[in-house]
């Protein structure tokens, strides 16, 4: 008799046998994880991510832009790892600064603030750090599970895919984007525009016409990914805080003291942490949902079931265990439509993407088939850098409070150096350079306007596929535009994105619902 | 005003756009040229933009104020961190990466941060020696050597 693991029992029951085919891989990719070269940049990825967390100003997708051409030359599978190491990793860093000095790091710490500062003024700063520190963790290592459990069966889905399933899905994908952005539907529609425009300078891929490149050379190829998001990231948000005038200091009530919550702490946020995890999940699969939203959903919602909803605000421990779980498990989830259907759900998730494409890996169901052992030594990375992150977070706490007592005016010069490397590594250069400092100057003057970069980057990854499969699609159909419109899955998709941008300006309430999210994100930032 | 300014700005870019796109050969919808989607995409920025200026006109205020956007703005700091950064990029090549670097990171010290005259140019040695070391050394990256390689 042959014996079945739960795990294979699993996959049969559910997916039948395409399933046990990844079996052997996900074992073979667990394995590589082990490796000693793998570990480190694990390691390096979710300490960089603690310290981006930490340090305001340069958050995660600056951070991954920058590094990302020092990957060029460390194998894939480590890049891969490092990257999604601090995009993860930045999400405990920022609950600390968010509980210690009331300044999140990180736009999904926000929310942190309201209840962490007050418990650490409140002389509970340990246990409210150890409290975050865990919820992230159980967080992170469910979200990371989810990602085991439902990569299959996308995949399984998607490989049934055709073009025009794939082009309407974009146009989904970016549609909800649009729609969940910090700012109005109309200016996150320009900017994805302008993020498309963009991924059509260079040359034609069918035709071989140069595109915009206004007799450069360089730009023959088209302008890359990396000065675009170092530019629009890394140099715009120097920019940005050269001007700034950011006074930190952790003041006296901030003691940390000891860091494990008390069995009554562990009591009133386990619930807490659940429920954080599952609203995190789901929002964090929408491409747009993210993190932030996701923070302050589970806030929400955790201080309206609350028997004490007057405690919120003023030092509950449910506040910061809730929006630090939920965040958590939105970063991971968030993993799932980039690692399945090669669409990235936020700027993060598109370096990651870039660096996929830039490693000659093909985004999308493919991945899983044609690199599994890639694939799942990825998954098992996020199992490992959660547990590094919980030991980097709790018992040595002390290092990330030390950080905090460094000026990050201080480090400006070395993210410009960095960035400007790394820039011009990609080509040797300095035509690159100056597409930087282009791009830096406009992320700049973005932000000034209150213009969110991500549809702009999103759209640039995006574009170009999105070409590929319309063309594709159209040459099947010879040329009918109806392939769009009589394939179920396709049409489905299109329906649902029409009704995302025509119904919220039409329902009084979904537009009030609206208006008070941008509302609040304006506040936030 | 300036998100107007902003718009008009995307309206032009969206004529841009379009023109090229009519310029590289717009194909059919069998074949699709390769300035049909630049022409697209183009149409749609111009749409975008012409709804966001038009209802900025019909709403008469915006959420964001004029005063808001440069308040907080520092034109010197902003603005020499600027010109550094592109004389620096200009000067890359002749410069080479470590002077570059060097006079690079005492100038957003001195200037920009307003430290001491020591405590501008410690830093900056050490950031660029130890960048030099770290890229063009231990990495390898072919980064140039400017000055240094005359003298």
Redesign the interface.
């Known amino acids: 008799m042959v014996w079945v693991t739960p795990a294979e029992r699993y996959y049969q029951y559910f997916i039948g046998e395409v399933a046990v085919e990844f079996l052997q891989p996900m074992i073979n990719g667990l394995w590589s994880m082990l490796d000693p070269t793998t570990l480190f940049y694990c390691f390096m990825g979710v300490f960089l991510g603690t310290l981006v967390g930490v340090l305001p100003g340069i958050g995660p997708v600056g951070a991954m832009s920058i590094l990302l051409p020092?990957t060029l030359?460390i194998p894939p599978l480590s890049t891969f790892v490092l990257l999604a190491g601090i995009y993860y990793g930045s999400k405990y860093g920022g609950s600390t600064t968010s509980i210690l000095v009331n300044v999140p790091g990180e736009a999904a710490s926000v929310v942190t603030c309201l209840d962490g500062y007050q418990m650490a003024k409140n002389g509970q700063a340990g246990p409210a750090l150890g409290i975050s520190a865990i919820g992230s963790f159980i967080a992170g290592i469910l979200g990371t599970l989810g990602i085991a459990v439902l990569a299959v069966p996308i995949v399984s889905f998607a490989l049934k895919y055709g073009p025009a399933e794939y082009f309407s899905m974009m146009i989904l994908g970016m549609t909800l984007l649009v729609f969940l952005s910090s700012t109005?539907v109309?200016?996150a529609?320009?900017m994805a525009?302008?993020g498309?425009?963009i991924g059509?300078i260079g040359l034609?891929p069918?035709?071989g016409?140069l595109?915009?490149t206004m007799g450069i050379p360089e730009l023959m190829d088209g302008v890359g990914l990396i000065p675009l998001a170092m530019g629009l990231y890394g140099?715009g948000e120097?920019?940005t805080n050269?001007?700034?005038k950011i006074r930190r200091q952790i003041s006296l009530s901030s003691k940390v003291g000891r860091v494990l919550p008390s069995w009554e702490d562990h009591k009133k946020s386990f619930g807490a942490i659940l429920r954080g995890t599952v609203v995190g999940f789901f929002t964090g699969i929408l491409p747009g949902g993210g993190a932030t939203i996701a923070s302050f959903a589970s806030y929400a919602i955790e201080k309206r079931i609350s028997r004490h909803p007057e405690k919120f605000g003023k030092g509950a421990i449910e506040g910061v265990a809730s929006p630090e779980s939920s965040n958590n498990a939105a970063t991971q989830s968030a993993f799932i439509p980039m690692l399945t259907l090669g669409i990235p759900s936020n700027a993060g998730m598109a370096v990651l993407l870039g660096a996929l494409i830039i490693h000659g890996f093909t985004p999308g169901p493919l991945l899983l088939s044609q690199h599994p052992d890639t694939f799942w030594a990825l998954v098992a990375s996020m199992f490992l850098g959660n547990l590094m992150l919980l030991i980097l977070n709790l018992p040595l706490i002390g290092i990330w409070i030390q950080v905090l007592k460094i000026p990050f005016?201080?480090l400006?010069?070395?993210i410009?150096?960095?960035c400007?490397?790394g820039a011009?590594?990609v080509n040797?250069s300095?035509t690159d350079?100056?597409v930087m400092?282009f791009f830096?100057?406009v992320g700049?003057l973005m932000k000034?306007?209150?213009?969110d970069a991500a549809p702009l980057i999103l759209a640039f990854v995006l574009g170009p596929i999105m070409?590929n499969s319309?063309?594709q699609a159209?040459?099947l159909s010879?040329?009918s535009?109806k392939i769009f419109f009589v394939r179920p899955i396709s049409l489905s998709m299109l329906i649902i994105a029409l009704l995302l941008l025509v119904l919220p300006p039409l329902i009084p309430a979904l537009r009030e619902r609206r208006e008070k999210m941008?509302?609040e994100k304006?506040e936030e930032s | 005003m300036w998100l107007k300014i902003a718009d008009v700005i995307f309206i032009i870019l969206a004529i841009v756009a379009c023109l090229n796109g009519a310029k590289y050969g717009l194909g059919s919808h069998v074949n699709p040229g390769p300035g049909a989607m630049p022409f697209l995409f183009g149409i749609a920025l111009g749409i975008f933009s012409l709804i966001d200026l038009l209802s900025g006109f019909r709403k008469g205020k915006s959420t964001i104020k004029d005063s808001d956007v440069w308040s907080d703005t520092d034109w010197k700091k902003v603005g020499i961190t600027t010109v550094s950064l592109l004389l620096y990029a200009g000067l890359f090549n002749m410069l080479g990466f470590l002077v570059g670097t060097l006079l690079l990171c005492v100038v957003l010290y001195r200037v920009v941060e307003q430290n001491s005259f020591l405590k501008a140019v410690v830093p900056s040695i050490l950031i660029s020696v130890l960048s030099y070391i770290f890229f063009k050394i231990w990495f390898g990256l072919p980064l140039p050597s400017g000055i240094i390689s005359i003298l």
């Open positions: 020092v030359n109005s109309m200016r529609l320009m525009c302008v498309l425009l059509t034609d069918i035709a016409v595109r915009f140099i120097i920019l050269v001007e700034q005016r201080i400006i010069p070395i410009v150096v960095m400007v490397v011009y590594s040797n300095v350079i100056f400092l830096g100057i700049y000034k306007l209150s213009l070409e319309f063309r159209l040459i010879s040329g535009i941008i509302q304006e």
